[in-house]
């Protein structure tokens, strides 16, 4: 089984709400009728007959459901074998009329799950990649702040660099910004310079260059 897709032929005025089909001619290929309009009811009949048809046959990896808050869609993973990866389409919904669609099985071969476990691979192989790079340059970029800060305001740039990685991260962002601002408040002019004078120390007397209470406040 792989995906089922699925249209309604009314030859007589051409109305097709999922396909473009006006004749049994334009049906795609493969496709057949289970139920004609003399043995559907209500309104499915009014609109002619039944026409289904499978596509990505064999390539079909995993199917699986997402719940939403009144509905529920139905997604399956294919293997793209133009493109050599793997796509997620939606194939049925319950917030339409699409049972038909419902019977779509996964039916992936095994040279094709194979591929798929390759694509995969390769995919996590370029995102550590990509990773690495993005935290190799946050890296430098901070590295570069660092020395930039500790220029301007007079101290050792591996002392900022031991006080952000000691403290608490929103600690380390207070003190970035008051050594980044330009600041008017009288108080935060003062928590500055009192920050200036803890990094220019080689042999501080406290650990850290604010109270619990100063930090809270800064």
Not at 14 to 40: I, T, V
Not at 176 to 182: D, Y
Not at 191 to 205: F, I, K, T
Request: glycine content about 6%; aromatic content about 10%; some cysteine.
């Amino acid at each position: 089984m792989a995906i089922i897709r699925f249209a309604f032929d009314k030859a007589a005025d051409g109305f097709q709400p999922h396909h473009n089909m006006r004749a049994k001619e334009d049906w795609p290929e493969g496709a057949y009728c289970p139920l004609g309009s003399d043995n559907l009811a209500g309104k499915i009949a009014s609109h002619g007959a039944l026409v289904l048809w499978e596509e990505y046959k064999g390539l079909c990896l995993n199917d699986y459901e997402r719940n939403g808050y009144d509905d529920s869609d139905f997604f399956m993973e294919v293997w793209n074998p133009d493109a050599e990866c793997v796509e997620t389409i939606c194939f049925a919904t319950t917030r339409g009329w699409t049972y038909p669609s419902m019977g779509s099985r996964p039916d992936a071969t095994d040279e094709v799950r194979a591929a798929a476990t390759r694509w995969r691979e390769d995919q996590r192989r370029k995102a550590r990649a990509a990773r690495r790079s993005q935290a190799a340059k946050e890296l430098m970029q901070k590295r570069a702040l660092f020395r930039d800060l500790a220029e301007r305001h007079g101290f050792k740039a591996c002392r900022l660099s031991k006080l952000i990685r000691n403290e608490q991260p929103e600690r380390g962002i207070a003190a970035l910004q008051l050594l980044k601002s330009n600041l008017r408040s009288a108080f935060r002019i003062k928590m500055r310079d009192q920050l200036v004078a803890w990094l220019g120390s080689e042999s501080p007397a406290y650990r850290s260059p604010f109270s619990a209470r100063q930090w809270a406040c800064i």
